[in-house]
């Protein structure tokens, strides 16, 4: 895959997130440029997914650990522990705001 089809990938990925959060009560800030989405949750916690170009990457930071995501067959996978983005994401989002999201 080259830059600009992880470009477009990512941002798939950002507006499907966009689009689950819209319905719960975290609130989303992008960077400048559009390439880290923040989610702050009412309990005060936090989380972070980043385009990460250089290496294809979707990153996640989150309290509990950040996760590294590279696209596998189709799907985000992560290298060190195989869990999927998305389903990642939901176990992350419900840990903030208490309800489960479909992403």
Do not use: C
């Not at 609130?27 to 385009?51: H, P, T």
Request: net charge negative.
């Amino acid at each position: 895959m080259n830059e600009s089809e992880f470009k477009e990938l990512a941002d798939a990925v950002f507006e499907r997130i966009e689009a689950a959060i819209d319905s719960s009560d975290a609130d989303i800030e992008y960077d400048s440029n559009g390439s880290v989405l923040e989610m702050e949750f009412a309990d005060g916690s936090k989380l972070i997914v980043n385009r990460h170009v250089p290496n294809k990457e979707i990153w996640l930071a989150a309290k509990s650990g950040g996760f590294h995501y590279a696209m596998t067959d189709g799907r985000w996978f992560s290298q060190r522990d195989g869990s999927e983005l998305f389903a990642k994401l939901g176990e992350l989002v419900q840990l903030g705001t208490g309800d489960r999201l479909e992403f």
